[in-house]
């Protein structure tokens, strides 16, 4: 069986994700890609890095912004394994990013539909194109592990 694009572009966020997973970061991974290739790539690296600000996301549009050589991101696509949180959400809408591929959703602090969708507000000006549950089930069994995991090791912490 053929991967679509999006599927082929989700496992690449996933291969970011479980970057994360090895530092014992929350697996979540982010690529950006502008005219068929890869210009951003992230991974959470919050307690790694003691930094608020370092989802998988805003590390992505970082070097993305870099390789552009702009702030602007038109015409790319964010493919992300977990729904954004509002950090990461207004700074696609920032960015000017054209579509965001979702793996997994998150029902709890998800901004684009789950608890709020930052990314098409009537009021902001710019609309971002939103895809979801792409690859759904590798990215929610990915994150669904380390909680797991975190649970187990923190109710035997001898274990």
């Keep these: 069986m053929s991967l679509t694009e999006d599927e082929k572009y989700m496992k690449q966020a996933l291969a970011q994700a479980k970057k994360g997973l090895l530092l014992g970061e929350v ?34 549009i970082r070097k993305a912004s870099k390789f552009m050589g702009d702030w602007r991101l038109e015409g790319c696509t964010m493919y992300v394994t977990l729904e954004p949180c509002q950090m990461c959400a207004g700074a696609c809408v920032q960015a000017r990013i054209d579509r965001v591929v979702i793996g997994c959703m998150s029902p709890k602090s998800g901004c684009a539909g789950s608890v709020i969708n930052l990314l098409q507000m009537d009021d902001f000006n710019h609309k971002v194109e939103i895809t979801k549950n792409v690859l759904e089930n590798e990215c929610s069994s990915l994150l669904t592990g380390f909680f797991e995991d975190l649970r187990a090791r923190k109710a035997n912490p001898d274990g």
């Excluded at 697996?27 to 502008?34: F, T």
């Design 27 to 60: 697996p979540i991974g982010c690529v950006i890609v502008y005219e068929g290739k890869i210009i951003g790539r992230g991974y959470n690296r919050r307690n790694t890095d003691k930094n608020t600000l370092c989802h998988a996301e805003i590390t992505a």
